[in-house]
């Protein structure tokens, strides 16, 4: 216990990474049990117990989904909701905040909350940066829509799998992957309305302090036979582009095959107007041989910026001229001119192709290696925030082995015996691990990638929580502690008992870990019940929706912490916004608790 209490102290102040104050808490156990060990056990079991955590099947499920999560993202299977989202936000914003609300929670119920907040955060940022919501008045809602649609199954967050392991562990029948979901969609009809409506009201408003400076840049889109541009008119297609796409020398009349396009906007503006009217940025054979390299080298194609130096020998070259496709086998999708006005006469050549200036950026596709030696090669200076670009060929196959690996855990695998139809239900750890390497072997995740999707903070800090929680239990503090907090409870209805549970669980994740909050309440709250003779279960349902609970405070979750700098938050925002959502969360989910165990 004093160990417990002091890791919940270090995590409080915030002094230490929590990477480092997990692997102290690890080396303590683990050296206090060698000289100290518990009763019956000998020293070296001690280091077991201290070590275990790192080969448990609750930690290798969480990296398992994380994997599977990230294959999700860099393969851009979830792009068409993104894409559905902004249309949604350009028609009615307050429409969009909703149907980004709910999106949020759905996705969050079988994706794992992280990846979900990653990918939804440049896309309300871009939104945002396009002036239809600020960003303040997205992320916290939207944050928050995912913890609560994270807490419907046993697979949406870290923390309910923990819950669900350490309560089997104990001895209790597993739960199944949508047991509670009724319980918590039933609670979401309330947390909704004030997250669509109430919270944006309570965040300050940061649309001033949105960051205006993206590059514009200036690129040809190229007309293909398959193109909607061949045998249309640019007006006829202006609908049908994105925001921020400028058109400079358009042609009239009837555009054919082959024909160039002058236009200009943002990297992303850009990818958008070439996949919506299917051109190129590029010639299309320097496209494809970029694709072809990719795939035979087994290398992600990357989009970065890059700065033309004084000494480059592409100074006062246009692209046509400059060889740089037959030389490196990268493509330039477009120049971005700083503080220069666009159309002096020098900057032109006869054919009206853009001279390259120092100065300029340069907007470049190819895989790493060709890249380095473009930049090398030719005087480059390459700047930050280089951008994988989505390995589209393979988000079916990334969606399709996302809900594969969840309907054999959920509903089972086809079986028929000598009764009939049997489904075979997969426990979780080895249906999300087969998940984990068919995406590596059809290549949806790259192997040497695979530190993108994991976290280091993550993977210790699970690892020190189950090791805090087993030496709790087989020390017999969470028996102590269930008699001693069963004895103030022991006066109360089931719904107090519940609520009180919730809520203390509540107060320790937002102010420490609620992997920890997990692992200590779990087997408190099965002592409770055993002490109150009440059914286990809604006592540990109680402490699963309390550790999800985590909006109150920026410390609480990691996604409250990676949407802190783009909403502009400071500690006080979480506090007003988040308080008033747990105390309507806690009494609701404790009623829903009470009828439908019927306590």
């Known amino acids: 216990m004093a160990v417990t209490v002091a890791m919940f102290i270090a995590f409080a102040r915030g002094r230490y990474p929590e990477e480092i104050i997990s692997l102290v808490t690890i080396a303590v156990i683990g050296v206090g ?14 280091l077991a117990l201290a070590f275990g955590g790192f080969g448990h099947s609750a930690l290798i499920t969480i990296c398992a989904l994380m994997i599977m999560g990230r294959g999700l993202v860099v393969t851009g299977a979830l792009e068409p909701f993104a ?7 350009r028609i009615n914003p307050q429409a969009g905040l909703l149907t980004a609300l ?30 239809l919501m600020a960003s303040s008045k997205i992320l916290m809602p939207v944050n928050t829509a995912v913890l609560l649609g994270g ?3 046993t697979i949406g967050t870290s923390t309910n799998i923990l819950v669900v392991t350490i309560a089997a562990d104990i001895g209790m029948k597993p739960f199944g992957v949508f047991q509670f979901t009724p319980i918590v969609m039933i609670a979401g009809l309330l947390a909704i309305p004030y997250l669509w409506l109430v919270m944006p009201r309570m965040l300050r408003d940061n649309s001033k302090a949105a960051d205006q400076s993206l590059r514009i840049f200036r690129t040809h889109l190229r007309v293909g036979e398959s193109s ?38 943002t990297h992303e503006a850009l990818e958008e107007a070439a996949r919506a009217l299917k051109g190129e940025l590029a ?32 100074v006062t070259r246009t692209l046509a001229g400059s060889g740089i496709a037959d030389l490196y086998g990268v493509a330039v999708l477009g120049i971005h001119r700083p503080n220069r006005v666009l159309g002096e006469r020098d900057t032109y050549s006869q054919n009206g192709d853009l001279r390259i200036l120092d100065g300029d950026v340069l907007l470049v596709m190819g895989i790493e290696e060709d890249l380095q030696a473009f930049a090398q090669g030719d005087g480059l200076l390459r700047l930050e925030g280089a951008r994988e670009l989505p390995r589209r060929s393979k988000a079916v196959l990334a969606g399709a082995i996302m809900l594969g690996a969840i309907a054999t855990a959920s509903l089972g695998l086809p079986w028929f015996d000598a009764s009939g139809y ?23 995740v790259k192997f040497d990638r695979v530190g993108r999707a994991l976290s280091a903070k993550v993977i210790v800090l699970i690892a020190a929580s189950l090791a805090i929680g087993r030496v709790i239990d087989e020390s017999g503090a969470a028996a102590w502690l269930g008699q001693a907090l069963s004895l103030g409870l022991a006066y109360l209805p089931p719904a107090l008992v519940l609520s009180a549970i919730m809520l203390f669980v509540t107060v320790l994740t937002n102010f ?46 990691q996604t409250n912490l990676l949407i802190m700098s783009e909403g502009g938050y400071n500690f006080a925002d979480y506090a007003r916004a988040g308080v008033p959502l747990v105390a309507l969360m806690v009494t609701v989910l404790s009623v829903l608790l009470v009828l439908w165990y019927g306590l």
């Open 33 to 46: 049990l060698y000289f100290a060990p518990l009763e019956g056990n000998k020293p070296t079991d001690g």
């Open 83 to 89: 894409r559905m989202l902004e249309n949604v936000f």
């Open 102 to 131: 709910l999106l949020a929670f759905t996705m969050s119920m079988f994706v794992n909350d992280t990846p979900v907040m990653v990918l939804l955060i440049p896309i309300i940022v871009a939104i945002a940066g396009k002036g």
């Open 151 to 153: 807490m419907s199954t």
């Open 228 to 265: 909607l541009l061949a045998g249309g008119d640019v007006s006829s297609l202006r609908s049908k582009l994105p925001d921020g796409i400028t058109f400079h020398d358009t042609p009239s009349g009837t555009l054919q095959p082959d024909e160039r396009l002058q236009i200009s906007g």
């Open 283 to 314: 010639p299309s054979w320097v496209v494809e041989r970029i694709r072809r390299i990719s795939k035979s080298k087994g290398e992600d194609i990357v989009a970065v910026e890059m700065t033309v130096t004084a000494d480059s020998r592409l």
């Open 422 to 444: 049997a489904p075979i239900k997969l426990p979780i750890a080895i249906s999300a691990l087969a998940g984990a390497i068919i995406m590596f072997v059809t290549g949806c």
């Open 512 to 557: 420490a870990s609620n992997a920890t909050a997990a692992t200590i309440g779990t087997p408190i709250a099965y002592s409770i019940a055993v002490q109150l003779g009440l059914p286990p279960e809604p006592l540990v349902l109680a402490v699963l929706f309390g550790c999800n609970l985590s909006f109150a405070t920026p410390i609480a979750y």
